[in-house]
């Protein structure tokens, strides 16, 4: 490279994740081999459409890119449907809405401080702004309540009822979600971006055959590069004509809403990432993984009550934690910092019916898929969670903060990035 500025950055930032350990539940690091393939000249090319039905010349070569990764992603999910365009998580949301609702819709997701997504219709985004927000909340306990769930829904009739969370430590009840839909005649979209590569490795429950669409990044536990896809089953109908609003019609009007809907040329350079990282998802190696990751956060969640942290729902049962640190004496920002002076990145967050605001909320979020990429296992979650005790109990003692930092760096060497 000869931006030498851009490249020390570069350089800085792999320092960075490498010398300390990255907590943050939506993070990972892909392989070598994902990157690769966002570095090349699949970069360069235009390609709006569909393999088959371009927009543009010279697509004879990227097609065959996309094919691979949608086939990919209908074996390892089990459904009739892929489209691996979405820019992002957050465009994949909003083209699911935009795929079977009109403006001004009532939708129900999980609200942000309970641990939803923007997207899923908070008002600063354009997903609470184009539709109308209904929002459910966890109980009292920090658990999904169902029947609280099918109550608000009787009430409010959403078009729409999006299943899905970035903070919640549990798993979903898709069955239970599919009958409060169809209680109301509703569309049921499972955003499973937080769990995807935990559905892959066989340790959640799918909503593959249950939701009508599924979304999910493609850069969390799924491990690929920064995209997102949806899912869904059907047959594609002629492409010419506006499709109707049924299930057996969802792959037109998804393909439709991402482009030209919301869209226009797709990432070639992350498709072919997406399609690597799908192809390292079905290996064996893949399901230990996910099974490790599930391990690590149910050891870091037992070590951490251990020693007095006061966990949302008590425990976990994916790749994530939610702590109220309430019961510590510090608010979730001031643990942030503490423990990114120690050299462990975690990030603050709201956690149910919280006292302070969002902006400076109780409680903090950690997760282990990261750490589990880096080979990770419960010895080491032992150490980590004596270190976050010690780290938030000694947090003015800049002493001991260093001591605790070298601990890390200790830690973060012998277990070094994806090569
Ligand atoms: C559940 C969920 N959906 C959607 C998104 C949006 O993804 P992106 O940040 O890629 O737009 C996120 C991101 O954290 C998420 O947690």
Redesign the pocket.
């Known amino acids: 490279m000869t931006d030498e500025e851009i490249l020390a950055l570069i350089q800085d930032e792999t320092a960075r994740q490498a010398q300390n350990i990255q907590m943050i539940p939506?993070e990972n690091h892909t392989s070598e081999a994902v990157l690769a393939a966002l570095g090349t000249r699949l970069s360069d090319k235009y390609a709006e459409g569909y393999p088959g039905r371009r927009y543009y010349g010279g697509c004879e070569v990227v097609d065959k890119v996309e094919d691979l990764a949608r086939e990919r992603a209908k074996t390892l999910f089990g459904v009739s449907h892929a489209n691996v365009q979405p820019y992002?998580?957050?465009p994949a949301?909003l083209a699911a809405m935009l795929a079977v609702l009109d403006p001004g819709d009532t939708i129900m997701g999980l609200s942000l401080p309970f641990g939803g997504?923007l997207?899923h219709g908070h008002t600063v985004s354009a997903t609470g702004q184009y539709y109308k927000s209904a929002p459910y909340q966890t109980g009292k306990d920090g658990f999904l309540d169902y029947d609280a769930i099918a109550e608000l829904a009787a009430k409010e009739k959403p078009k729409l009822i999006i299943a899905?969370?970035?903070a919640y430590p549990r798993e979903y009840d898709w069955k239970k979600f599919r009958q409060i839909a169809d209680s109301v005649d509703a569309w049921l979209l499972a955003?499973i971006?937080?769990i995807s590569g935990l559905i892959a490795g066989g340790v959640h429950p799918s909503p593959a055959g249950i939701a009508d669409i599924i979304s999910t990044?493609t850069h969390k536990t799924l491990r690929g590069p920064?995209g997102?896809m949806l899912l869904c089953n059907g047959e594609p109908s002629n492409p010419s004509k506006k499709p109707e609003r049924t299930r057996n019609n969802l792959p037109s009007l998804i393909d439709r809403a991402v482009f030209p809907g919301l869209q226009g040329g797709p990432h070639i350079n992350t498709i072919a990432g997406i399609a690597v990282a799908l192809k390292e998802a079905t290996e064996a190696e893949f399901k230990t993984y996910a099974k490790q990751i599930v391990a690590n956060s149910r050891r870091l969640a037992s070590q951490l009550s251990d020693r007095g942290f006061e966990l949302v729902t008590g425990g976990s049962d994916n790749h994530l934690l939610l702590i109220d640190m309430t019961s510590k004496a510090i608010s979730g920002a001031e643990a942030e910092t503490v423990l990114d002076t120690v050299g462990i990145t975690v990030n603050k967050n709201s956690v149910p019916f919280d006292a302070r605001s969002p902006f400076d909320p109780s409680g903090i979020r950690m997760g282990t898929p990261a750490i589990t990429t880096r080979g990770m296992k419960e010895p080491e979650m032992d150490i980590i969670a004596e270190i976050i005790d010690q780290a938030i109990e000694s947090r003015s003692d800049q002493k001991k903060l260093n001591a605790l930092s070298n601990q890390i760096k200790e830690l973060a060497a012998r277990h070094s990035l994806p090569s």
């Open positions: 939506s992002s998580g957050s949301n997504h997207t899905g969370a970035t955003d971006s937080h990044t920064r997102a």
